[in-house]
């Protein structure tokens, strides 16, 4: 059967002719009075907002206005809700092979638009159109897990646990479910929570970082593209108050969270006082172990595509650098390379680490630092001069190497979430492993060894929940989950894989009696059943 031609939308463009237009007079730095402003999804349309107050969007890489992100009014929320509750009346009950052919379909038009929507991250949220395309290829890799939809709702059976009697569970949606996303992946993230939601047989409502929403709403148009019915997916903005109305609404049964500990920690408190089902992943303190016998280029070429790549705004950044004796000689080699990155707007060609995201993450990424180093840090690389020419107004900090750092130092409690590294000098693996579990965080953390023996052991003893071998970022494939763990979570079930479609799916067990003789009971049983 021929395909349809994909058309992409972009959200706050009417057609890709206007998206280039609109790009063209940004490179040019020319402006007209009215700026663009970004659409809710409620019940399958796109539609203008009668919010009285908007969130200014600014290109990191120029802090040029790109748009403005309405704070959704709360009728408009409520109509996305109402979109929502009215959609699954239906959708619940539709069958796993069509919520299956509409995630084929979806990966299909994801493959198809995956660099027009990099294109939009880049523009956003700053990071190189290479990363961003990564960002859209590991959401994209959740979706194709759930095509695999009707082996992830098998349930159980259990066959004559009586005479002519037989149990056996099944997997039923939540119901209307939520999602509130960051900044730092704006695709990724988004697919890692309604493609699953919707193939579950629940409906949803999205609300995408208010500084980039834009990927975020491109694969809302594209998820309608693939066949996902009106109402079943809605994407609303905002910031505190569409945030409180989420939790508070008592029809959405379930809420989903990525991002920092602060909201995270209100997120979980007044959704979980609410009633509802909330998973939500939090802040990291990542630690690279580096023992003397690690593959020394290998290793150093991880360390810095970790901890500086995406400008350091991963929750899986390998952010501290923990050197076992001889291994701390490495130090000036890594300088080194550290150097010899490039900082550019991402759009540029070459360019290896882009813009933060904001004025304030920046300031507040150089704060750090300047405490850091009036309490004894020494800084080996100082990334805070960086000037990229034509972009100078841009949130740009470059590599920056701390060393010599305690844990009792800001930069080591705090989550910096920029292009700092933290390096820590220890001489014993057992004492790295101590340093480690000591951290109150739990997302990831990394050795580099060639030691079969070593990797055992650290495997066994180390408390994150994602563990590298030789692998920088361990970020596992969707066929796993994301296992966070500690500080970085709250809420036993992680996000995608088996424990996301525990999450967005409750058990229902039923049990039958049919006899095997047509008989008729003379007299009704008032004893309890002993099941025999």
């Not at 969130?55 to 206005?65: E, K, M, Q, Y």
């Not at 009728?75 to 699954?88: F, K």
């Not at 919707?198 to 594209?222: F, Q």
Request: proline letters at 6%; glycine letters at 8%; aromatic letters at 8%.
């Amino acid at each position: 059967e021929p395909q349809k031609p994909v058309r992409p939308m972009f959200p706050y463009f009417r057609s890709i002719e206007m998206f280039a237009q609109r790009a063209l007079r940004l490179s040019l730095r020319s402006y007209s009075t009215s700026v663009p402003k970004v659409q809710n999804l409620i019940g399958g349309k796109f539609v203008d907002s009668n919010a009285t107050k908007w969130v200014d969007l600014h290109d990191p890489a120029s802090n040029n206005l790109l748009c403005q992100v309405p704070e959704s009014t709360k009728e408009e929320l409520t109509a996305a809700v109402d979109s929502a509750a009215n959609a699954y009346k239906t959708w619940q009950y539709s069958t796993v092979m069509t919520r299956q052919s509409i995630m084929f379909n979806y990966v299909r038009l994801l493959r198809d638009n995956m660099k027009e929507v990099a294109k939009l991250i880049t523009k956003e949220q700053g990071k190189t159109l290479a990363d961003a395309e990564g960002d859209v290829l590991r959401g994209l890799q959740v979706v194709e897990h759930a095509c695999n939809i009707p082996s992830l709702l098998m349930g159980e059976t259990a066959h004559t646990i009586a005479q002519d009697m037989d149990s056996y569970s099944i997997r039923t949606p939540l119901g209307v479910c939520a999602g509130i996303c960051p900044f730092n992946f704006p695709a990724m993230i988004p697919l890692w929570m309604f493609p699953l939601a919707i193939a579950t047989g629940n409906t949803y409502v999205m609300k995408p970082s208010e500084r980039d929403p834009g990927a975020a709403m491109l694969l809302a148009k594209l998820a309608l593209d693939a066949g996902v019915p009106a109402g079943v997916l809605n994407v609303i903005h905002g910031t505190n108050d569409s945030v409180n109305f989420l939790l508070d609404e008592p029809r959405i049964r379930a809420i989903s969270f990525v991002g920092s500990d602060h909201v995270g920690h209100h997120i979980w408190e007044r959704g979980t006082k609410n009633g509802k089902r909330v998973q939500s992943n939090m802040g990291a303190k990542n630690h690279g172990v580096i023992v003397p016998d690690a593959n020394k280029t290998a290793t150093l070429n991880a360390l810095v595509g970790a901890a500086f790549g995406a400008a350091g705004q991963r929750c899986m950044a390998l952010s501290v650098a923990v050197f076992v004796g001889e291994a701390k000689n490495w130090l000036p080699d890594l300088i080194n390379m550290a150097k010899g990155l490039k900082v550019n707007a991402g759009h540029i060609p070459g360019t290896d680490i882009g813009p933060m995201i904001s004025p304030k993450a920046k300031e507040r990424a150089f704060a750090i630092v300047e405490k850091s180093v009036s309490q004894g840090a020494k800084l080996l690389l100082d990334g805070r001069g960086v000037v990229v020419p034509g972009y100078e107004k841009g949130n740009w900090m470059g590599p920056t190497v701390l060393s010599g750092v305690s844990t009792s130092m800001e930069c080591y409690k705090e989550e910096i979430f920029g292009p700092v590294l933290v390096c820590v000098e220890v001489d014993t693996l057992d004492q790295a492993i101590e340093l480690i579990n000591k951290n109150e965080w739990g997302n990831g953390t990394a050795l580099f060894t060639t030691s079969g023996a070593v990797a055992r052991k650290f495997t066994a003893q180390i408390e994150a929940g994602q563990v590298g071998i030789n692998v920088p970022i361990p970020v596992p494939l969707p066929f796993f989950s994301f296992t966070g763990n500690k500080r970085s979570i709250l809420g036993d079930l992680n996000f995608y894989g088996k424990a996301g479609v525990q999450f967005f799916t409750q058990l229902k067990t039923v049990t039958t009696l049919w006899r095997e003789a047509d008989a008729k009971e003379l007299k009704a049983a008032t004893v309890m059943p002993t099941m025999k």
